[in-house]
């Protein structure tokens, strides 16, 4: 077996030896396991009213996280925005 065919054969076998596990997400951001500390960390936030993500600054990657998904979760998204009132638009064309 050349080199190439002992490379690929491991590919192969790498690729078929574990079945693929799904990376489950919360809010857009990865989990590592079960998502539980960004769960905590958004759960948090919202118990105490946090509107700005530099206040989600704890120990834990995942609970900031989290955190900061429940603070982008409070923005206003494009569609909620309030329509300019067209009469105070410039109408010099």
């Known amino acids: 077996m ?7 054969a491991i590919v192969w076998l790498s690729l078929t030896a574990y ?3 799904a990376q489950q997400t919360f809010e857009g ?9 960004h769960q905590a960390g958004y759960d948090w936030a919202e118990r105490n ?3 700005d993500a530099n206040d ?9 996280e ?3 998904a429940y603070v982008e979760e ?3 998204a494009p569609d909620d925005e309030v329509p ?6 410039d109408s010099s064309e």
């Open 66 to 68: 989290g955190c900061q």
């Open 74 to 76: 409070q923005q206003p």
């Open 19 to 21: 079945p693929a596990v």
């Open 49 to 51: 009213g946090i509107s």
């Open 29 to 37: 951001y990865d989990c590592t396991a079960d998502c539980s500390g």
């Open 56 to 64: 989600c600054d704890g120990n834990s990657q995942s609970f900031n």
């Open 2 to 8: 050349n080199r190439s065919a002992a490379v690929g």
């Open 84 to 89: 300019r009132d067209e009469s105070d638009e």
